[in-house]
């Protein structure tokens, strides 16, 4: 008797363990490690995926995006590096928004960008600042959505970049493509064991 409770004591702990270890795994940490440059040195893109232990649809990837002008920035999520059929995230500081669109050709009518619809905006940590002339953006994403093109913990993905020449939406003023390959960064997730060993 005295064993199978310490048995259930010592997986009730187990347990919790690894239930604190997936609540923390959708935070972002202070600092984001992976540093890339972008548009001459003007943009820079700090990035850090953390992978959840339980599910590949609950791992995210966090990003901030420093400008060095007063504008909105946009990142992209593009298997082909174009920017039809792209998944994009605009920082719009005349707004005070941070959200998800697609990349259209129809431009005529409402730009380059089309608002994705509401169920999928589900961008977390988002913010979008303006001080001394530079422009911060922030947000965190999971790397697989349904409808939405996925963004991968290990192996390459081809991204894009822009930003406007106004806070105003509409065509961006600069633009580039990049790949970036998280597999060296992203932690691997903490081992949970399925089952309780025998405890005699």
């Known amino acids: 008797m005295k064993a ?4 259930a004591l010592l997986l009730a702990t187990h347990l919790s363990s ?3 270890v997936m609540a923390a795994a959708l935070d972002c940490p202070s600092e984001l490690t992976q540093v890339t440059s972008l548009n001459n ?7 850090e995926v953390v992978v959840s232990p339980t599910s590949d649809s609950e791992s995210i ?3 901030r995006l420093e400008s060095d002008s007063e504008s909105w920035v946009g990142f992209g999520i593009s298997p082909t590096g174009l920017m039809f059929g792209a998944n994009s995230i605009l920082g719009l500081p005349e707004y005070g928004s941070v959200m998800k ?20 905006q589900t961008l977390m940590n988002t913010k979008v600042t303006q001080e001394d002339g530079k422009t911060v953006v922030s947000f ?13 913990a290990e192996g390459e993905n081809t991204f894009l970049w822009a930003v406007g020449s106004s806070n105003a939406p509409g065509y961006h003023a600069a633009r580039g493509e990049f790949t970036l390959d998280f597999t060296a960064t992203a932690p691997a997730p903490p081992d949970c064991p399925s089952e309780l060993t025998q405890v005699t």
């Open 4 to 7: 199978l409770h310490k048995a």
């Open 18 to 20: 690894c239930h604190h």
């Open 41 to 47: 040195g003007a943009l820079t893109l700090y990035t």
């Open 61 to 63: 990837l966090c990003v």
């Open 101 to 120: 669109f697609n990349s259209t050709l129809d431009v005529t009518k409402q730009g380059p960008f089309a608002p994705m619809e509401d169920d999928h």
């Open 140 to 152: 965190s994403k999971y790397l697989k959505e349904e409808g939405e093109n996925e963004i991968l």
